[in-house]
Structure formats: C-alpha cells, structure tokens
DNA sequence: AGATATTTGTTCGTATGTATT
DNA sequence: TAATACATACGAACAAATATC
C-alpha cells in the first residue's frame, strides 16, 4: 500500500487552473462573498496557490467566464465578486442550444403557457410608468414600415412589448424563461426569415390584443389579461407557422 | 477625418483575450465547424492572432468554460469543438441564480405548468424499456427509509422519475427547463431542510399519482397522463410549502 | 492637469506532463 | 522503450489602465 501516489480509482487528471478555480468558488462560499467583495490579488493568489501567473489568470479568466468575478485595473483594483447580467446567462444557454434544433413550435410550447402566467404575475407590480413604456414601444409598429429595416424594427420591437411586461414580475425564474423565448424569437434564423417578408397578415390584429392586455393590466383584471395573453399567443403561433409553411412552399418550388 | 484608429464612440476598450475569443468564435460559425472538428493548436493561433502564449491560452479557457471547445495533449491533441453538455448548462445558469432570491412557490408555479405538458409530450416517445427505468426508480422509495442517508436518496430518487419522463420529450426547451427545475430542487438549501426532516406527509400519495402515471403513459392517455401530472404537481407543491411552513415556524420559536 | 504608484494585462522563453506511435 | 507532438505550467520583464496626490 505505497502507491498512494495516484489513487486506485484516478478517474480524471484534475487539472492545477481548475483545481484554483475550486478553490476559489470554495472560498467565496466559505466567506460568504457577495457582490462588490474583492479578492485577493493576483500576487496573492499566486502565493497561497504557489501557481505561476499564467495559472491564476486562467482561473481567474474561467471565473470571468462564469459570471462570478469581473477585475478591475488600477490601484485598488483586483477581481471582484459579480453577479452574471441576465444578458450574459442568456448568451451562455445559447451556446447549449446552439448544436440543437430549435422549432418554432418548441418555443410557442412554451410561449402559450408561459405568458399568460408571466403578464398576470406582472399586474400586480407594474404601474403607470410601464404602462406608458407599453404605449411606447407600440408607437414604434403601429404604422405601416417605410422600408426594410423599420419592417425589422418593428418586429424586434413586438417582442419587446413582452420583454418589459415580463419583466414586472416577480418571479425571476419566469422572467428568465420569458425573456430568453423572446430573445431565442430575435436569433433563430428561421424567424429572420420570416420577419422581414412583407407579411400578408393582418398585423393590426396583434396590436389590438396588445391595446386590450394594456386595458386589463391597469385595471388589474388577471382574468381577462391571462385570456388576452393567451389568444395572443395563440393567435401569433398561428402567423409564425403559417409564414413559415409559406416560405418552405416557395422554397421547394424554387428547387424544382 | 484621418482619425480612423478610435472611433468617435469607442465605448469599451475591448481586450486583447477577448478579441481572440470573438475571432476564433467568429471562424466556428464561418467554417461552420461542428462538433469533433479541430481548431489549429496554440503555436498556429499564436501566429495567425500574432498574440503570446498566455494570452491565447486564454482565450482558449474562455471558449472551454462556455462549452465551445475542450482541449486534448498529447500529439493529435488540440482544440476540439464540443457541444456543451445539459449538466454544464445548467450549472452556468445556476451561477445566474445563484445571487437571486427563488422560492419554492416560484419553482412550482412553473413545474405546475410544464410538468403536464411535458409528460405528454414523452408519452409519445416514451418505450417499455422507458417505463421500467420508472418502476426501477418507484422501488428506490416505495419503502420506509432505513437511516437519514436513504431518507436523502429517496428524495433525490423522486426527482429522478420526473427528470427520466421528461427526457422522453423532443421538445428540447422544454426538457432543459423541467430538468433545470428538478435540479434547483435538488440543489436549494432550503429544500435541503426540508427533504431531511422525516415528513409527517402520506409519501404513498406521491407513490400512487406515479403509478397511475406510468399507466397513463403506458396506454397513451393523453388527458390521462395531464391530469394526473397536474394533480401530482398540486400536491407537491402542497406538501413542500406545507413543510416549508413547519419548518420556518420551529425556527422562529426556537429563536425566542 | 500631470506625475506617480498600484494593479491587471501581455509577451516571451523555458521546462514539464501526457498521449500517440 | 524511445521518440515525437502536443498541451500545461512556470516566471521574469514589460505594457496598459486607473486611482490618488
């Protein structure tokens, strides 16, 4: 028994930066770091680690990466305890679901059950000023687009509308969902597609039920914004499927 | 207009490390590489980027934390391209949480409207070998827990079930975000507590909704299985809060 | 406003570890 | 076993950013 050395089991080589990086999340949770805390500095951390440089900076990098520190040059500088943006948690799921296939009708699974849910728990919280966002950012379609850029403003401003009501709710595991399906809307190739064909659909039907989800929401009707919410949705699967069918109609013929 | 070198803006002063990262990320896409496909080694990134070593190694760990690429020594080793695993994911998503305040009712509200859907869903996938995997899980708790160990196994047990359900589904989102939330119920401290204290709940009640869930899936019952997810999830979410109560009401009678 | 001190960011050369042949 | 090809780790020197005086 003089081999102890390398256990018998040594799964995997654990590797000295990812070793520091343990450490550290160790470290932060033992302490109970919050957001604004410093770490040690790098000459610091490359004594108590006895790593060189080059280590603790790849451990500090991947922490980076992670979300759980940003550095600061200067005096009094150093690296400091972060908490991610919802942008960045977004972007890094992406990564996740960047080498699978995304349907439209995945997302509207999702949209359909979720944001009624969403706007009714953000009735409770949202007031005059977010309404008045809302009227906002429906000034932005509620006119016919001069060219194809406004056409594509307007369309990224439609998933706006349900960005900012989302985000009055409480509920950040929601809000989180929420706001990624719509980002996910924005990204997804196949949406591009179809947002910037000049769409043969009644698009005043959309504003309409946006108008009357504004109704209900001052006037703190949950029913009637989870209803309004929820044919919304419905109805807007519908035109995304649609002009998705028609343009893999035009794209088959095109093949021929 | 000769000062070409600054734009009039230039908002954030983008580093060295992380212009390489946007690079090599921006070739992935160009090169359409997948999966498996090398990227050239360090010497050959340090040339093209004309960067140090340190710098691209860097960048390299940026792009292995967000689960683009792993990294093999040896000769024929390199930079791989790789697709992140679900388990990476989430633990990247839980850094997000983590400074956040989520609360079981929150977590509930959403398993009570994905849990159903997504067990329709598997349903359709769902094979014999699939519905054994579930009575094998059932037999991990279908008895009383010897010590406070199996107590733990047991709860983490009949959060597997519903993880092995729902990964029948091909709706890819919505399986990451039920297994998400089965996992932040694995992971929050305060159903730690909970999970540990032997439950004064009739566990048969959980037991016998699973059952009749397997049934459900078994002759493709569509309302069935929704119904009785549904129901399964109430009661859940019932009994948790329950518990949590309990618990937070001893807590503050022992702090008098 | 400018000089200085402090701290991270980058470079380079070298040595070590590891997997393939 | 040895040679080879690659990542991993080290450390000293220098560059850039930034707070303070």
Redesign the interface.
């Known amino acids: 028994m003089s081999t102890d050395k390398s256990s018998v089991i040594d799964p995997v080589r654990i590797k000295r ?1 990812d070793e520091i990086v343990n450490a550290i999340k160790e470290t932060i949770m033992a302490d109970n770091l ?2 604004g805390d410093r770490l040690p500095q790098e000459k610091d951390l490359i004594e108590r680690y006895s790593a060189s440089k ?1 280590t603790v ?2 451990a500090l ?2 922490l ?5 520190i940003r550095t600061k040059t200067g005096p009094g500088g150093g690296a400091f305890i972060d ?2 943006t ?1 942008s ?2 977004m972007s ?2 992406s ?8 349907s439209i009708k ?2 509207y ?2 949209r359909k ?2 944001e009624p ?1 969403v706007a009714v728990s953000a009735m409770e919280n949202i007031d005059s000023a977010g309404i008045q966002k809302l009227y906002d950012i429906i000034a932005i379609y509620d006119h016919e687009p001069a060219d194809e850029d406004e056409r594509w403003q307007q369309r990224m401003a439609e998933l706006d509308f349900h960005t900012v009501v989302a985000s009055y709710s409480d ?4 809000v ?2 929420c706001h990624f ?1 719509q980002r996910l809307l924005k990204d997804l190739a196949v949406c591009k597609d179809i947002y910037l064909k000049p769409e043969p659909v009644d698009r005043c039907q959309g504003i309409e039920y946006q108008y009357q989800l504004i109704e209900a929401l001052r006037r703190k009707n949950a029913q009637k914004v989870q209803a309004v919410m929820e044919a919304h949705m419905n109805y807007a699967e519908h035109v995304m499927l649609e002009l998705q069918a028609t343009l893999q109609e035009r794209f088959l013929s095109e093949e021929r």
Chains 1, 2 share one sequence.
């Open positions: 930066t919050t957001p080059s900076r790849e990098k991947s980076e990466v992670q979300g759980l908490s991610m919802e960045r948690a890094l799921l990564n996740y679901l960047f080498t699978r296939e995304i995945d997302i699974t999702l059950l979720l849910v509920n950040v595991l929601l989180f969902i399906l």
